[in-house]
């Protein structure tokens, strides 16, 4: 299994950036499939998830703000973030659930948003 997240960037608040992960060696649409954060010095906080049949689920803090898609024939998953704040600054991981739930095990490497003006 391997996750390739890329699509981080600085960007000022306000702005919106759009997230991508490659995934590779397993069968990528029958997975759900996860974003998790970490800003620096807290605690992993998980995202949002997008099922197999593209149902989407997200935190309470990034609820109407983000929005998560997958592309089966590509095998990539992406994550669309507008109205970025601050506090969004974090290290963004890709990560695959061992079905279609909660339950999670493969990580990619993570991509860096920060924001600021």
């Known amino acids: 299994v391997q996750l390739v997240e890329s699509g981080g960037d600085l960007v000022q608040p306000g702005g919106s950036l759009r997230l991508s992960c490659a995934a590779s060696?397993?069968?990528?649409?029958?997975?759900?499939m996860n974003w998790v954060r970490q800003a620096p010095g807290k605690r992993l906080e998980w995202v949002s998830l997008?099922?197999?049949?593209?149902?989407?689920y997200y935190a309470d803090s990034v609820k109407g703000r983000f929005t998560s898609t997958r592309d089966n024939a590509k095998s990539t998953l992406y994550l669309q973030i507008n109205s970025l704040r601050p506090e969004d600054t974090a290290t963004y991981y890709c990560?695959?659930?061992?079905?279609?739930?909660?339950?999670?095990?493969?990580w990619g490497q993570g991509t860096q948003v920060t924001v600021s003006s």
């Open positions: 990560v695959k659930s061992l079905g279609d739930n909660f339950f999670i095990d493969y």
């Open positions: 060696g397993f069968t990528f649409s029958n997975y759900a």
């Open positions: 997008i099922g197999r049949g593209g149902d989407t």
